[in-house]
């Protein structure tokens, strides 16, 4: 009896579940706009919005910035019967749709007004913020909505584009998807050194939160093509573009910051002035605060391996190994100029630490750290900074000399 | 007035639930008894049954037969009523001119066997001068002589009671009535017609014995017996049905069965109360434990190697006359996932098959209900590129995923039913058109999208790899209940459908063995032989959960 006491309240309670639960209704997967990128620029209506604000199709906003939802596949609701592969005429595989406002959340719901299906962000890959938007706004501002909506997932990346964001999220090859290109270009980081950590969406919150100042990656958009080229930096303070750095700069940073596991270090040898060049295929980079009374330095020691991947050299000079140790004080001259270059940049152009210079003091002194924090980015550029580099070249390739 | 009252009123769904809350219980409570009355009443054993009422016609059991030839003769005539296919055949034995009759049915006995050895030296031979005058003496005496000197046949027996002999005769066996002899012999010739032994249809090995069951039950006891060569296969026979008498047989190994599990096996068998047992499938149904589960609580088999295999676990087999599939009791969920397969094959690749078949049971159970959640709830959870490619071949389907799925896997379902009972020569055709239907006509008819057709197919593949053909049959069926779970709650019912299913198989029992084992309650040393077979040098146990009088498989 007892048993069956216990299967009416198992059976009651499911069924009573189904009755109180609120997902009760489903949304068919084609029945929803899946957006893959979303572009943010400064306000710049577009026809369709001049031509329907004339006959009065508007709402009380400022105009203060104009989102691009990138929308796959570009349904147009005609269903139209696909024959085949080879289709008639080489559409784009991609659907752009632009609103301008000042709520980033209240674009999104004016889609409704504007798409027969309603936006999900569940797939949303990239973010590009053009750079005069983040020049005006702080990034906290903008991406306030982003950060707290549940429905974008927080690995999504954030990059900067430098003209428009709407530029960037367009494309003139047939059938590529920009926001997904963007985003395979960051897996390309084993090959090359100018590509910093993506920043996904959580990362930049936490950055955001530590007041530290931060890169994004730079993208640069030509003729409907897209390259990462260097990265915006933004102030840790105000959360606001203060300007760019280079590839070059970026090269210099990426061997202070991080442990670079490709890429490449081109210099010219010495006497001949022919090209050679280097590939790091293992670098390991330590900065080391110093502290002395007050006085904050630092010293920053690089070690790499890697190969001699390509010598112009003409006539053939034999690897010997006098040749290789010339070769590699050359190429740790080269290093070296990249790298007082961006520190320059840094402590003197821009007086920004984005180098993660603080957060090894933070780690390594944290007494001192919580004096120096407030005002960190003006203490780093007063900061002295050694550094040495060490360059190893273990391995010349399958070259037979 | 009144909308002032209706806006104090809670909203009235609260009012629906608070009134479901109360009532479904009870409901349930109500069904629940309901259904254990009928199941109690339909099968259990009633000790005052009243008899069933006398035929006019029926020979009494107590009826003797009375030693003088033509009464007995007619007795027998009329016990048996007007049945053509009785022959009676009345002759005088040679030599002492003693009139005899035997009384046989036609069909069922050995004709060549009966002439041979029982008409001829009665007939033919007859009894020497000599030995005449013993012949004449008394009852006694002409019985001994005939059993012992006239009747070159094994199976001989004597009786006094008209009903046996009805029965017997109605069962296959000659009768013999002599001329001044107390009652009559039954002389074994009973021929039953069987079919070759041949490969099993529902349980096809690549390796292995090419030998399955047949209708007879004297045959598969003769497989039990030729295949497993062992004193200790004891083979109990029983009988079961109220009207049509079946034989049963259950065979287990007397020093290896737990003797607890055979007891219980016989008091269900003798506890069957049914007219007739037409297949073991009856048998079953009535002595298994939980009659409201999907899933089999008795696992059956036409291999003679299963049963051997079964046996030296200590499992028990019950065979039945008429059919040629034995069951082995108890079964345990992992048992319908294994084929014998497993173990005459190395263990590494014994191993892998079987965890393709655990893999293909779960997608056989779950691929559609997975496809609905994922479609209708959960689009986010689909990679990217792939979600991008269904958005669009699922455009122009006009149905919910449900609908789509449900389309789709009735109709395989109906193919698949079709296609067992369609005669042989039109089944190619079936599957043509069975083929064209699920392939690419429903697509190209917009009906489902081509991703669907996938994932049907792998379920419907999936679910052909399991080796017991009725757990497949019940997968089948709980697929379509966590389809109907996935388009409500999505991920979150087909979690919510597993979770019950799981606990489902905790509580079941099959003959005092839990379900589940050797998972629940966890078993270590059985593990060894549960979702990877380990080398048979390892496997030096006999399952424990089945309490082995003699644990040891080595010794």
Not at chain 2, 266 to 274: G, S
Request: proline share 6%; with cysteine.
């Amino acid at each position: 009896m007892n048993r069956y006491i216990r299967y009416a309240s198992v059976l009651s309670a499911s069924l009573l579940l189904f009755l109180t639960t609120g997902c009760w209704s489903s949304n068919e997967i084609e029945d929803v706009s899946v957006i893959v990128g979303l572009g943010l620029d400064i306000a710049n209506e577009s026809r369709f919005e001049r031509d329907i604000n004339q006959q009065g199709a508007s709402y009380p906003k400022k105009k203060v910035l104009t989102a691009t939802v990138q929308i796959v596949p570009p349904i147009t609701g005609k269903n139209e019967k696909k024959s085949g592969g080879s289709s008639s005429s080489p559409s784009k595989a991609y659907l752009n749709e632009q609103l301008t406002g000042d709520s980033v959340f209240q674009i999104f719901r004016q889609f409704s007004l504007r798409r027969d299906r309603p936006l999900v962000a569940h797939h949303l890959k990239v973010i590009v913020v053009s750079s005069e938007l983040a020049r005006r706004y702080s990034l906290e501002q903008i991406f306030d909505f982003i950060l707290r909506d549940n429905d974008i997932r927080p690995s999504c990346l954030v990059v900067v584009s430098h003209r428009s964001a709407l530029e960037a999220l367009s494309s003139n090859e047939p059938g590529e998807i920009p926001a997904l290109y963007l985003m395979g270009l960051v897996d390309n980081r084993y090959r090359s050194n100018k590509i910093i950590p993506p920043m996904s969406l959580i990362k930049l919150d936490s950055t955001m939160q530590s007041g530290e100042s931060f890169l994004l990656q730079n993208v640069v958009t030509a003729q409907g093509e897209h390259k990462f080229s260097g990265a915006a930096i933004f102030k840790g303070s105000t959360k606001k573009w203060i300007g760019e750095l280079s590839q070059y700069d970026l090269e210099g940073l990426l061997w202070v910051m991080e442990d670079v596991k490709g890429g490449s270090l081109k210099t010219y040898a010495p006497k001949t002035g022919h090209t050679v060049t280097y590939e790091p295929k293992n670098s390991h980079s330590t900065i080391i605060p110093k502290v002395q009374g007050d006085e904050i330095s630092f010293h920053i020691k690089i070690e790499s391996e890697g190969r001699l991947i390509e010598d112009w050299s003409f006539p053939e000079i034999p690897s010997s190994g006098q040749y290789i140790n010339e070769l590699e004080q050359q190429f740790e001259e080269e290093a070296r100029k990249q790298i007082e270059q961006v520190l320059n940049k840094m402590q003197h152009v821009y007086h920004v630490d984005v180098g993660g210079f603080g957060d090894q003091v933070r780690i390594k002194h944290p007494k001192l750290w919580k004096k120096v924090k407030e005002n960190w980015d003006e203490t780093f550029s007063h900061a002295p900074i050694t550094y040495e580099v060490k360059m190893n070249i273990t391995d010349f390739g399958s070259s037979t000399d | 007035m009144w909308s002032v009252i209706v806006s104090y009123i809670p909203k009235w769904t609260i009012w629906v639930q608070a009134l479901l809350l109360v009532l479904v219980p009870i409901l349930m409570l109500a069904l629940t008894n309901w259904f254990r009355k009928s199941i109690n009443s339909s099968y259990s054993l009633k000790p005052n049954k009243p008899s069933p009422p006398e035929r006019e016609d029926s020979v009494s059991p107590q009826a003797l037969m009375t030693g003088l030839y033509d009464a007995d003769l007619t007795s027998v005539r009329k016990a048996i009523g007007n049945n053509g296919d009785v022959e009676f055949r009345e002759f005088t034995i040679r030599g002492t001119g003693t009139r005899a009759a035997i009384v046989f049915v036609d069909g069922l006995m050995d004709n060549d066997l009966m002439d041979t050895h029982l008409i001829r030296p009665l007939m033919l031979v007859g009894i020497p001068e000599a030995e005449q005058e013993h012949f004449n003496r008394s009852s006694d005496t002409i019985k001994a002589y005939i059993s012992s000197q006239m009747l070159p046949v094994s199976e001989i027996k004597h009786t006094d009671r008209l009903l046996e002999l009805v029965q017997s005769v109605l069962a296959g066996t000659t009768s013999l009535l002599v001329d001044g002899m107390q009652g009559a012999f039954l002389v074994g010739s009973a021929k039953g017609k069987s079919r070759n032994i041949e490969e099993p249809l529902s349980e096809a090995l690549l390796r292995g014995p090419r030998v399955g069951f047949t209708e007879r039950l004297a045959d598969n006891t003769g497989l039990l017996r030729l295949h497993g060569k062992n004193e200790s296969l004891l083979l109990t026979r029983f009988e079961v049905g109220n009207r049509v008498k079946k034989d049963l047989v259950i065979a287990y190994m007397k020093d290896i069965a737990d003797p607890k599990l055979v007891d219980e096996v016989v008091t269900r068998i003798q506890k069957i109360e049914i007219d007739d047992p037409l297949e073991s499938g009856y048998i079953e149904q009535l002595i298994e434990e939980n009659v409201m589960s999907p899933f089999q609580q008795v696992q059956n088999t036409e291999r003679p190697d299963r049963v051997i295999g079964a046996l030296l676990e200590g499992r028990v087999a019950i065979l039945l006359d008429g059919t040629p599939y034995a069951l082995i009791v108890p079964v345990t969920f992992s048992m319908l996932l294994q084929s014998p397969e497993d173990y005459y094959e190395r263990w590494i690749s014994g191993s892998f098959v079987r965890l393709l078949r655990v893999l293909s049971a779960l997608l056989a159970l779950l691929a559609p209900a997975l496809y609905i959640s994922f479609i209708s709830f959960h689009p986010g959870l689909i990679p990217t590129k792939l979600a991008l490619t269904i958005i669009e071949s699922r455009q122009g389907v006009p149905f919910p995923s449900l609908i789509e799925a449900l389309i789709m896997e009735v109709a395989i379902e109906i193919l698949r039913e079709a296609g067992i009972r369609l005669p042989k020569p039109i089944g190619p055709a079936m599957g043509i058109v069975g083929g064209l239907i699920i392939g690419d006509a429903a697509v190209n008819a917009g009906i489902v999208s081509p991703f669907l057709v996938i994932v049907v197919a792998v379920t419907a593949i999936s679910s052909f790899t399991i080796p017991v053909y009725s757990a497949g049959i019940t997968l089948r069926v709980l697929r379509f209940t966590a389809m109907f779970f996935a388009a409500v709650l999505g991920l979150f019912g087909v979690v919510m459908f597993f979770l019950l299913l799981c606990s489902h198989l905790v509580i079941l029992k099959s003959f005092g063995v839990p379900y589940a084992s050797p998972m629940v309650p966890y078993g270590i040393s059985d593990l060894k032989d549960f979702l990877i077979r380990f080398p048979l040098k390892v496997m030096k146990k006999r399952p424990q959960m089945l309490n082995p009088k003699d644990p040891d498989r080595r010794n």
